[in-house]
């Protein structure tokens, strides 16, 4: 500094003074400044004052040597004592070289700056509020300064400026929400410190509404609370916490929308406070706002649908994901299926109901990590608030991308269960509350639906089940022409993709026959539903394990879901044309064990059973045609099996009613099918060998068995007296069997059975042998039996039977 520098109105010995590298000199010159400039405010001498802080500013504060630095700091500092009041009309003159001096490199300037700075802001109190910005700017800094000591003063510093912001009411928070901002993404834990500090204090000022500009720093907040500190993290909690609970109380005035995707984004991270806290408020969101948040459903899901798979170390996590997927599936409605153009709909809460507390309480975690979301996220007492102003947002949902996450969600294969079945529950219920707009995606989701067939959760494949069903079944989808088809995996052509109509099964047209469209339980099959039954037997034929393992399980709860009749006849016409025998043999088979023994079933048994149907004359046509065939030891097993079939638990009424219907029995002039006596005795109408009866027979135990039950088969010989001396046949007005010394029983038709067998099975092996004991089974020895490994008495019982 150049000693003959003019410094007036500072005398000689104030300017050595303020230059001195001891502090008391400094001290003294600065009491002298205090004097001088309180004289010229006595004497309003404004441009002598202006002058003075000038020099201390230019030539001293900004100076290039420290002693001088320090000096015009203590300078200014005097100056701003000895103005008092009058101190906020020169505070821009005393506050700017302050604070250049907190970017100084020695750590005693700066201390000497805080302290400096501390003075001219407790003289000028709500007079420094214009240049809170920069005086926030700076103080930012100095909390994260390195040396203790100047922390230390910026600590007093910033409570000094708390306690002038809080008893005043002429902040600028609109100026102050940039920096805000700004400041909020910074990584320092002590500047974050800050932040936080200074956040809950504009919070709790009654005449700020720092709610109104939450959207600005809620994802720095959300930042912040995966700091690394734990005094740091339950700050920001009890900020977060804060800020719910406001959010509760004046809903009509949040923000909803411009912070949803902010939400969604902190529902993905993997710090479990942040994700827990950020679901926390995805569910009041969902609550608070309604349907507001139904253009976010598609990032919703993104982020609460994966939660839904996780295990009991976030348990937490998993309830409230939970609750958030069923409050926003509930928030989807009939009127969403109506053209796309917004519906102005009314922001404002609904009335709770029981289901919602209910689904509330269980979906609401006890407690976070610190057992604080219990406390600060959980849900209030269900207050209703009514906007102000009947102001109206349009509300869409947003279809396409929903379906699209749902879609992306159901193929990956390493994605839990809980959250496959939770996609699955969406799309059944986008089917029924959005039928028309959701047939448009059909197409793309029918694929992976039939894939989900192969899940290995019998949970999964029951709810994937439902939506297929839902497809099959739903009036949007009736259409005269299915569209195209999906994929090679169709052995019908484009055409042949229709509901089986009456000219395709005449059966259905039948008296007492429920139809394809008057199934009890879906009043229409659409065009989906052949389509499905289509895929679900390519399925079945490229999966035989799926078949074996899972087929009559999905058949049967198709069954429940859809109409019994309608399935069975669908999958009879499309076997038709089944060019894998084999697999339409194991189908067939299938599908009559399930027909026969499952109770999803007992309806159509019963209608089957009933007499006013043709189902006899269907059965009575299927017998003719075996006359027709070529005898060989594959037919003599299916027929076997025919046989074994008819001796079931199932078919005893059926031997009852063969028993009761023949002549001479006392109630055969009951009413009868027509084809159900030729059925059961398996009349054929085209010629038959001399001496044949053209009668398949079960064995005469099965029917006397089936008598029994009934209660109407008659007394043996033993101990009936009208039949004493006779056999039970011919009681029964049928001829008396050979007696034994006319050699073994052969039916009159055996010899024609003899002549059709192929050269490899003798003659012998269709005569009726008298039974023998079940232990002395014997292997037919012929290259065809062999191969088959089939017993010969069987053999033998099959050919008699024919």
Not at 141 to 169: F, Q
């Amino acid at each position: 500094m150049n000693p003959e520098k003019d410094f007036a109105p500072l005398t000689p010995n104030i300017v050595r003074a303020l230059n001195d590298k001891l502090y008391e000199k400094r001290k003294v010159a600065a009491l002298e400044i205090e004097k001088l400039v309180r004289e010229f405010v006595a004497q309003n001498n404004t441009v002598q004052i202006k002058h003075v802080i000038q020099t201390l500013s230019q030539e001293f504060a900004l100076s290039q040597h420290p002693h001088s630095r320090k000096g015009g700091l203590i300078g200014l500092a005097a100056c701003s004592i000895a103005l008092g009041k009058d101190s906020g009309l020169y505070l821009k003159e005393l506050i700017e070289p302050v604070l250049t001096c907190f970017n100084d490199a020695d750590s005693r300037l700066r201390y000497y700056a805080c302290e400096a700075l501390y003075n001219i802001v407790k003289v000028a109190r709500g007079a420094v509020l214009p240049h809170f910005n920069v005086l926030f700017d700076g103080l930012s800094k100095l909390a994260a300064d390195p040396d203790p000591n100047v922390k230390s003063g910026s600590e007093l510093l910033d409570r000094l400026l708390k306690d002038i912001v809080t008893e005043s009411n002429k902040f600028d928070l609109v100026g102050f929400i940039p920096l805000l901002r700004e400041r909020i993404y910074s990584n320092n834990q002590y500047a974050r410190q800050f932040i936080i500090s200074w956040i809950l204090v504009l919070e709790s000022v009654p005449d700020i509404n720092l709610l109104d500009y939450l959207p600005e720093i809620l994802d720095g907040l959300f930042q912040i609370l995966g700091d690394n500190g734990k005094e740091i993290r339950k700050m920001c909690e009890v900020v977060l916490g804060e800020f719910l609970k406001e959010i509760k109380k004046n809903p009509s005035s949040v923000k909803f929308a411009e912070m949803a995707n902010i939400l969604v984004i902190h529902c993905q991270t993997t710090d479990d406070l942040i994700q827990l806290t950020a679901m926390c408020w995805m569910r009041e969101f969902i609550q608070l706002a309604g349907r507001v948040m139904l253009p976010y459903s598609s990032g919703i899901l993104t982020a609460v649908l994966p939660c839904l798979a996780y295990d009991d170390r976030k348990k937490s996590i998993k309830e409230v994901a939970n609750v958030c997927n069923q409050s926003l599936m509930k928030l989807v409605t009939p009127e969403d299926d109506e053209p796309d153009e917004p519906k102005p709909v009314l922001q404002r809460q609904a009335e709770p109901n029981p289901d919602d507390s209910l689904a509330k309480q269980e979906g609401t975690p006890s407690g976070g990590p610190d057992g604080s979301c219990d406390s600060s996220f959980s849900g209030g007492g269900g207050s209703v608030f009514t906007p102000a102003s009947t102001e109206r947002a349009p509300v869409t949902l947003h279809l396409d991308g929903i379906v699209q996450v749902l879609n992306c969600h159901l193929s990956d294969m390493a994605i839990g269960m809980m959250t496959r079945i939770a996609v699955l529950k969406w799309l059944y219920h986008l089917y029924i509350k959005t039928p028309r707009k959701m047939f448009r995606h059909t197409d793309s989701l029918f694929p992976i639906l039939l894939q989900t067939l192969s899940d290995e959760s019998d949970e999964v494949i029951l709810k994937d089940l439902e939506v297929l069903a839902e497809i099959a079944s739903s009036p949007a989808g009736q259409t005269d022409d299915p569209g195209p088809l999906d994929g090679p995996d169709l052995r019908v052509s484009h055409s042949e993709l229709q509901v089986p109509t009456p000219g395709r099964a005449n059966l259905l047209n039948t008296p007492g026959t429920k139809g394809l469209e008057c199934s009890p339980s879906t009043p229409t099959m659409n065009s989906y539903f052949y389509k499905f039954m289509i895929n679900l037997l390519k399925r079945f034929s490229s999966e035989r394990k799926l078949l074996e393992a899972r087929g009559a399980f999905i058949i049967r709860q198709l069954c429940l879901l859809l109409n019994a009749e309608n399935i069975f006849h669908s999958m009879a016409d499309i076997l038709l044309r089944e060019e894998d025998l084999k697999f339409a043999s194991t189908m067939v088979h299938t599908l009559n064990t399930i027909l026969l023994t499952s109770t999803e079933l007992f309806q159509l048994r019963n209608q089957l059973k009933d007499l006013k149907t043709l189902n006899y004359r269907h059965a009575y046509d299927l017998i003719q045609k075996f006359g027709d065939l070529e005898v060989t030891v594959d037919f003599l097993t299916e027929v076997d099996k025919l046989v074994q079939l008819i001796e079931c638990p199932i078919f005893t009424s059926l031997l009852c009613w063969h028993v009761q219907s023949r002549p001479g029995n006392l109630l055969h002039s009951r009413p009868r099918a027509p084809s159900l006596p030729d059925c059961s005795e398996g009349r054929g109408s085209g010629p038959r060998p001399r001496g044949s009866t053209g009668v398949v027979r079960p064995r005469a135990r099965s029917a006397q068995m089936g008598r029994k039950k009934e209660g109407r088969c008659p007394k043996d010989r033993r101990g009936d007296p009208g039949g004493e001396g006779r056999s039970a046949p011919a009681a029964l007005g049928r001829e008396e069997p050979p007696t034994p010394d006319q050699g073994p029983v052969r039916p009159a038709h055996a010899a024609t059975a003899e002549q059709r067998l192929p050269a490899s099975v003798p003659p012998a092996a269709v005569r009726a042998q008298p039974r023998a004991a079940p232990d002395r089974r014997q292997f037919t020895s012929s290259p065809e039996g062999a191969e088959s490994g089939f017993p010969q008495h069987r053999l033998r019982r099959a050919a008699a039977a024919l």
